[in-house]
T-cell receptor
Framework: DQQVKQNSPSLSVQEGRISILNCDYT??????FLWYKKYPAEGPTFLIS?????DKNEDGRFTVFLNKSAKHLSLHIVPSQPGDSAVYFC??????????FGTGTRLQVFP | DSGVTQTPKHLITATGQRVTLRCSPR?????VYWYQQSLDQGLQFLIH???????AKGNILERFSAQQFPDLHSELNLSSLELGDSALYFC??????????????FGQGTRLTVV
């Protein structure tokens, strides 16, 4: 049972444009959502998070939106840069201390 | 550098064997999480330890076990290995029991290949 889903395995965006990565979840008890970025041969690194009581959190070029009624969150990167090319994982925290990850979306930013 | 150290970086072993993966968390972090990533799949949560005690279990096989020692390092033991156990195994640490707003920091992973 995949509680956190990233239905787009890949996304290609031109440099300077907006990248939108999507994530859906099924468990309404998740209380925190996080986005991680992963480069090849490295561990995931934290990017941005949002509490379930908020609907938006912004950090520089990165903004995460949460739509609780739709059980959907998205990560916006604007403007996209070639260095943003990586695999992006969304994750959700349960009330039993688990951090559950999606399958990831590979973002490619081309010049 | 996240401050989380995993050893070894690579491991090749035969089916039926047993291996131990080691994780040293960031200084002061009490929580250690283990994850498995197979091929290009997502990170599957295996197990969480906090200050030496098991806190949560995910889809961890009975052939797998883990522990966290008094010095807070953790080991993941994989036994009776099968070809399907080939994967990247990540360890993450966090200062609090609940990762939440204080994110978990990941090591670089151990790539296990079972032949």
């Amino acid at each position: 049972d995949q509680q956190v889903k990233q239905n787009s395995p890949s996304l290609s965006v031109q440099e300077g444009r907006i990248s939108i990565l999507n994530c859906d979840y099924t468990n309404s008890m998740f209380d925190y959502f996080l986005w991680y970025k992963k480069y090849p041969a490295e561990g995931p690194t934290f990017l941005i998070s949002i509490s379930s009581i908020k609907d938006k959190n912004e950090d520089g070029r990165f903004t995460v939106f949460l739509n609780k009624s739709a059980k959907h969150l998205s990560l916006h990167i604007v403007p996209s840069q070639p260095g943003d090319s990586a695999v992006y994982f969304c994750a959700a925290r349960t009330n039993t201390d688990k951090l559950i990850f999606g399958t990831g979306t590979r973002l490619q930013v081309f010049p | 550098d996240s401050g989380v150290t995993q050893t070894p970086k690579h491991l090749i072993t035969a089916t039926g064997q047993r291996v131990t993966l080691r994780c040293s968390p960031r200084s002061g972090d009490l929580s250690v999480y283990w994850y498995q990533q197979s091929l290009d799949q997502g990170l599957q949560f295996l197990i969480h330890y906090y200050n030496g005690e098991e806190r949560a279990k995910g889809n961890i096989l009975e052939r797998f076990s883990a522990q966290q020692f008094p010095d807070l390092h953790s080991e993941l033991n994989l036994s009776s290995l099968e070809l399907g156990d080939s994967a990247l195994y990540f360890c993450a640490s966090s200062p609090r029991m609940i990762p939440g707003s204080t994110e978990a920091f990941f090591g670089q992973g151990t790539r296990l290949t079972v032949v």
